[in-house]
């Protein structure tokens, strides 16, 4: 149960767009539209942002938006701010009913 | 209010056992797929098991034969119950509601921690 793939970092400078990638198979993000994304700050439990690939939970903001193309999968979140700071991580649903998540992304807000 | 609140975690040495608890509030577990995530320290997220509401379970190939996830309605909490522990599986271990549909979990509790250690 290999994990998705995702870049150790990504930086951008306050106002900016950034976009992280997660990289998955044709068994989880290519079979299924089952893609989920959390923001994680330390010490802190994760916090689910967009999910089913695209679809923003009640509350969360719309500088952050999915999408996905094959086997990738995209997290972009538009007008950066400070508060952006912190982990996030990729999901998705496998063909074995299993979940995998990647290995994480750390932003940071220069 | 949905809450989710974990209980259990601790120091354990290799090939013991512990039962993690996780009491949900504003919601029936038995309606809903429950899922146990576990994050080693510095780590990343790691799947560890779900149940669904008509009962099935499933494993992560890390922990299975070793974990059981189980619940009771009655009292409206999930288990985690982990034999033969080895110090791979020491991290924090989050219990988290399933969304939407399958696989997103939105709601999350705040974590044991459980430090399999000699």
């Known amino acids: 149960q290999s994990a998705l793939t995702q870049p150790a970092s990504v930086s951008g400078s306050p106002g900016q767009s950034i976009t992280i990638s997660c990289t998955g198979t044709s068994t989880d993000v290519g079979h299924y539209n089952y893609v989920s994304w959390y923001q994680q700050y330390p010490g802190k439990a994760p916090k689910l942002i967009i999910y089913?690939?695209?679809n923003r939970p009640s509350g969360v903001s719309n500088r952050f938006s999915g999408s996905k193309s094959g086997n990738t999968a995209s997290l972009t979140i538009s007008g950066l701010q400070a508060d952006d700071e912190a982990d996030y991580y990729c999901?998705?649903?496998?063909?074995?009913?299993?979940?995998?998540f990647g290995g994480g992304t750390k932003v940071t807000v220069l | 209010e949905v809450q989710l609140v974990e209980s259990g975690g601790g120091l354990i040495q290799p090939g013991g056992s512990l039962r993690l608890s996780c009491a949900a509030s504003?919601?029936?577990?038995?309606?809903?797929?429950i899922n146990w995530v576990r994050q080693a320290p510095g780590k990343g997220l790691e799947w560890v098991s779900v149940?669904?509401?008509?009962?099935?379970?499933y494993y992560a190939d890390s922990v299975k034969g070793r974990f059981t996830i189980s619940r009771d309605n009655s009292k409206n909490t999930l288990y985690l119950q982990m034999n033969s522990l080895r110090a791979e599986d020491t991290a924090v271990y989050y219990c988290?509601?399933?969304?939407?549909?399958?696989?997103?979990?939105?709601?999350w509790g705040q974590g044991t921690l459980v430090t399999v250690s000699s």
């Open positions: 504003g919601f029936n577990v038995s309606s809903n797929y």
């Open positions: 149940i669904y509401s008509v009962g099935s379970t």
């Open positions: 999901s998705s649903y496998r063909t074995d009913v299993s979940v995998v």
């Open positions: 089913e690939v695209f």
């Open positions: 988290a509601r399933g969304g939407h549909s399958y696989g997103d979990f939105d709601y």
